[in-house]
Antibody, heavy 115, light 109 residues
Framework: EVQLVQSGAEVKEPGESLKISCKVS????????IAWVRQMPGKGLEWMGT????????IYSPPFQGQVTISADKSINTAYLQWSSLKASDTAMYYC????????WGQGTLVTVSS | QAVVTQEPSLTVSPGGTVTLSCGSS?????????PYWFQQKPGQAPRTLIY???NKQSWTPARFSGSLLGGKAALTLSGAQPEDEAEYYC?????????FGGGTKLTVL
């Protein structure tokens, strides 16, 4: 069974760095793109970008270009989403999901940024 | 970046039929936009119902169907059930980055 398991909830202060993860099991990690999706509190879904773990080919959605970094470590079947300097507006639930059919989703990682 | 538009809210009677639409600020939605439809209930991760315009996931109830209608992507629910009350999002592809619609809150009442 394919599973995408995300790292646990985080509480950070503005300006701190953060890296959250999405571990894939049950199928080939390097065959499919992984997408990251943001959902701010009480708001809709936002497409952040994708990565192909085989070669780390990454495509960012324009609003997120330069704001986050998407990466992957194929040796441990894990994709990452990271920030170098968090803002309060980064407070959101973050989901990973597997392309092309988006059939499998992670459970979400809640990131709270507050002073 | 393109803007994808959905009805903010719709209401359907139990057993009734409703069509949700998904439009693009760039013009007509085609199969090239690879339309997806997702269902999200409170406190849960989204669940994909439809991909590539009309293809269903193995778990997608038969009462849901996807199509292109009037220049937009469409999700039709025929025979609504109380458990179909949820937020529904569409997703369109623009030769690389994808964009979600703002979501439609569907009430079954």
């Amino acid at each position: 069974e394919v599973q995408l398991v995300q790292s646990g909830a985080e509480v950070k202060e503005p300006g701190e760095s953060l890296k959250i993860s999405c571990k894939v099991s049950g199928d080939s990690f390097t065959t499919y793109y992984i997408a990251w999706v943001r959902q701010m509190p009480g708001k809709g879904l936002e497409w952040m970008g994708t990565i192909h773990p085989s070669d780390s080919d990454t495509i960012y959605s324009p609003p997120f270009q330069g704001q986050v970094t998407i990466s992957a470590d194929k040796s441990i079947n894990t994709a990452y989403l990271q920030w170098s300097s968090l803002k309060a507006s980064d407070t959101a639930m973050y989901y990973c999901a597997r392309l092309p059919t988006l059939d499998y989703w992670g459970q979400g990682t809640l990131v709270t940024v507050s002073s | 970046q393109a803007v994808v538009t959905q009805e903010p809210s719709l209401t359907v009677s139990p057993g009734g039929t409703v069509t949700l639409s998904c439009g693009s600020s760039t013009g007509t939605v085609t199969s090239g936009h690879d339309p997806y439809w997702f269902q999200q209930k409170p406190g849960q991760a989204p669940r994909t119902l439809i991909y590539d315009t009309s293809n269903k996931q193995s778990w997608t109830p038969a009462r849901f169907s996807g199509s292109l209608l009037g220049g937009k992507a469409a999700l039709t629910l025929s025979g609504a059930q109380p458990e179909d009350e949820a937020e529904y999002y569409c997703l369109l592809s623009y030769n690389g980055p994808r964009v979600f619609g703002g979501g439609t809150k569907l009430t079954v009442l």
